[in-house]
């Protein structure tokens, strides 16, 4: 392959786009220590977020993530665990009664991590989930249920407890503003 000597659009787009991000730096500077205000930040309310009420200094630390608003005093990470997969196949099916079923998903509390995943199928009893170790304390946490198949429909509904073992929240509601909370369920026929 023969090359012109000519620089190529992505090249010539990358250029442009790192000059057009040095030019507005250079403007911003300049518009601040004027003491104006720079256009493409006020406008679009980047500059100065209007939600913030106020800011309060502490002489300690604390430890999760909170947020201070007029409609929800504490806004923290809440435990939430979600099937991901029920992983089904004709092979599962033909073996019969019985064939374990992985069942799977991820859980997360924040810093907090997560002591245990239990599954429920239909309406029976809370069966523990396997964990995989995360890869670090604040990521999801994969877990895996077998289920033994039984040919029909199924809900399989999935809760996670927090690193002190308190149970996730059981009551749903919307993720805003203070992040979604409730169970999670799959019904699927076989």
Not at 50 to 57: F, G, L, R
Request: net charge neutral; aromatic share 10%; hydrophobic share 40%.
């Amino acid at each position: 392959m023969k090359r012109s000597g000519k620089p190529g659009i992505l090249a010539g787009a990358a250029a442009g786009a790192m000059l057009t991000a040095a030019l507005i730096g250079v403007f911003f500077a300049a518009w601040q220590l004027a003491g104006l205000p720079f256009a493409p930040f006020d406008v679009y309310g980047m500059k100065q977020p209007k939600w913030i009420e106020s800011i309060e200094a502490t002489d300690r630390w604390e430890p999760g993530y909170w947020v201070v608003r007029g409609w929800d005093k504490v806004a923290r990470m809440k435990a939430t665990s979600v099937i991901d997969t029920v992983g089904m196949d004709m092979n599962i099916i033909s073996a019969g009664r019985g064939t374990p079923v992985s069942i799977g998903g991820i859980a997360h509390a924040g810093a907090r991590g997560i002591s245990r995943v239990e599954v429920q199928i239909d309406d029976g009893p809370w069966q523990q989930a396997a964990l995989r170790t995360p890869l670090s304390e604040l990521t999801w946490v994969l877990w895996r249920y077998d289920w033994p198949f039984e040919p029909g429909e199924h809900t399989f509904t999935v809760r996670c407890y927090d690193g002190s073992d308190t149970p996730q929240i059981v009551t749903p509601a919307p993720p805003g503003p203070s992040g979604a909370t409730g169970l999670h369920s799959v019904r699927q026929r076989f």
